[in-house]
């Protein structure tokens, strides 16, 4: 534990004395230590693309420009490089506005069951290169239409498209990725997004939703990651008052539960 000690010497008076006022910083201490080893991750992450976009131009400026295919190579690197930090900027900002505690939320009664078809039908084609089947399984469910949850619908889409972007990224060729749904108790719904994929080291499971935090740095780099996705998703949760929670089987799959509210009779 961290102590700050004041001491304040009254002045003499109709009841004079000494106040000692111990203040525990340990929390302070903590906080200000999780923001720097942020803005040192932040730096880091900036600082890898930008190198290797430096390294492809000035190589490129000394002679490797003039062989044409040496040129598609350097510029492929660089775009390549120019989307990781795009993307990482755009989680930046997604973080950042959620954190500030005003991440501008409509809550309203959203059909579950359409966004999940929309969120499968953007991921299909990636799916599709990897000869990986998305599947939907709504057959707990009596009408699913009728699924409506309390939610803002670009959130809720956020927290899917993450989940289902992991699922194909860390799921080989041929995999499977499934999002099933069903009623949970009176006041809620669930659905859970598995995949047949490599799994999480169950020493690592409790800390992947924290900023930046991999399980293979090289491994998630290489797949486009930006190490922010899992901490986004899990911010979103918490403010759409839902719970999320993930099992894994080191080699066999990984699945993410998510429960959230039902909207409210109209
Ligand atoms: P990244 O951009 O690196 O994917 P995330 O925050 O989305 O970052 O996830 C954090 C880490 O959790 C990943 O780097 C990866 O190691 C692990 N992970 C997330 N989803 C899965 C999954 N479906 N299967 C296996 N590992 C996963």
């Given at each position: ?20 006022v ?29 190198s ?67 969120c ?73 997004v ?37 901490a ?15 099992t ?19």
């Open positions: 534990k961290s102590l700050a000690i004041y001491v304040a010497q009254l002045p003499d008076g109709p009841s004079p004395g000494t106040i000692l111990l203040h525990d910083t340990t929390k302070l201490r903590q906080l200000e230590r999780l923001r720097q080893e942020f803005v040192a991750n932040v730096s880091h992450e900036l600082k890898t693309p930008l290797v976009i430096k390294a492809c131009v000035e190589t490129l400026l000394d002679g490797a420009a003039e062989d044409e295919q040496s040129r598609a190579e350097f510029l492929i690197q660089i775009s390549e490089q120019g989307d990781r930090l795009y993307a990482l900027i755009l989680d930046l900002l997604s973080l950042a506005k959620i954190e500030s505690g005003n991440p501008e939320l409509e809550l309203e009664a959203i059909p579950l069951i359409a966004t999940i078809e929309d499968l039908d953007r991921h299909r084609p990636r799916a599709e290169v990897k000869h990986q089947s998305l599947i939907a399984d709504f057959s707990a469910l009596e009408s699913p239409d009728d699924v409506l949850v309390w939610a803002d619908e670009e959130a809720l889409s956020q927290i899917l498209d993450n989940l289902v972007d992991n699922a194909v990224k860390y799921t080989p060729e041929q995999g499977q990725v499934r999002i099933r749904c069903w009623p949970e108790g009176e006041n809620q719904f669930g659905f859970e598995s995949d047949t994929g490599i799994g999480i080291p169950e020493r690592d499971l409790p800390r992947i939703f924290e900023r930046f935090y991999r399980v293979d740095k090289g491994r998630s780099r290489e797949v486009g990651g930006t190490g922010l996705g899992l986004i998703v899990k911010h979103l949760v918490q403010v759409l008052n839902g719970s999320i929670r993930a894994s089987s080191l080699g066999h799959g990984t699945t993410f539960t998510i429960l959230l509210p039902k909207a409210r009779e109209a």
